[in-house]
């Protein structure tokens, strides 16, 4: 399982957004049935195949790539409006998950666990963001 480091947020009908790349790779267009299901705390999204149906609900994709996701799945995940889901992809399984933003760098928008935690919390870097803000700190200091 792969972050693709976006973060979307669930809007007040329940709708989820699959990003353009999402939907492009792995060819899902609007009207295209995909299976919905629940695994432990994250919640996974396939093209429906009717061959390999599994327990899961059926949703369609509409033109913008909104997904419905079921309110009962909502109200067990204790998912509410404007909450942030993180994506993942594993093969050709879209992956969502609550996202927690403690560790997302305030610079480049990378989540990772070796990001730097820095005044309790207020400010988070990732070793790549650490960079970029020396090299810009080096310029404001030399003007």
Request: contains cysteine.
């Amino acid at each position: 399982m792969k972050s693709i480091g976006i973060v979307r947020r669930l809007d007040e009908l329940g709708r989820i957004v699959l990003p353009k790349e999402l939907r492009n790779t792995m060819n899902i267009k609007g009207g295209v049935p995909l299976e919905i299901h629940v695994e432990k705390d994250f919640i996974i999204i396939t093209k429906y195949d009717e061959i390999l149906r599994k327990s899961g609900i059926v949703r369609n994709a509409d033109e913008l790539g909104r997904v419905v996701l079921p309110k009962e799945l909502r109200k067990m995940l204790k998912l509410h409006t404007n909450i942030p889901l993180e994506f993942f992809i594993d093969e050709q399984r879209i992956i969502l998950k609550q996202f927690y933003s403690d560790k997302t760098c305030m610079i480049t928008g990378v989540i990772d666990d070796k990001n730097f935690i820095f005044e309790n919390g207020k400010f988070v870097l990732s070793k790549d963001g650490a960079n970029i803000l020396i090299q810009e700190l080096q310029k404001y200091i030399a003007q």
